[in-house]
């Protein structure tokens, strides 16, 4: 892996371990944070790459319709929906209901704070 897709990578993991139990943010949304907002796909590369540190809540970065695209990166059938649904996201065919409420925006939660 280049030096600057590390570096990204870790951008990645700094947003995605502040987003707050119960809420969910997109790829695109990181992205978009990190002033590479073409670069939806990368996040999810950064996700992948994840699985094995504990401390990024990876369940938590969904697609921008909420739709749960990353769950075949998670041990068990319905690991990553499981999670959620322990912190009281609702799910319904792979699909975060009322994303809305659920969603958080590091753009604007968080004010350039990284």
């Known amino acids: 892996m280049k030096p600057e897709n590390e570096n990204f990578f870790e951008r990645v993991y ?3 371990r502040l987003i707050p139990e119960g809420r969910v943010t997109s790829f695109g949304a990181i992205a978009k944070y990190l002033g590479a907002a073409r670069s939806a796909r990368m996040v999810g590369w950064a996700m992948n790459a994840s699985h094995t540190m504990e401390d990024i809540p990876a369940h938590r970065v969904v697609n921008k319709a909420g739709i749960l695209t990353g769950k075949h990166h998670f041990d068990g059938t319905n690991l990553m929906q499981q999670l959620l649904e322990a912190e009281g996201v609702q799910i319904k065919d792979l699909q975060i209901v009322n ?10 939660e968080l004010k ?3």
């Open 112 to 114: 350039a704070e990284l």
């Open 14 to 16: 700094q947003v995605a």
């Open 99 to 108: 994303l809305d409420k659920h969603f958080w925006d590091p753009f604007t």
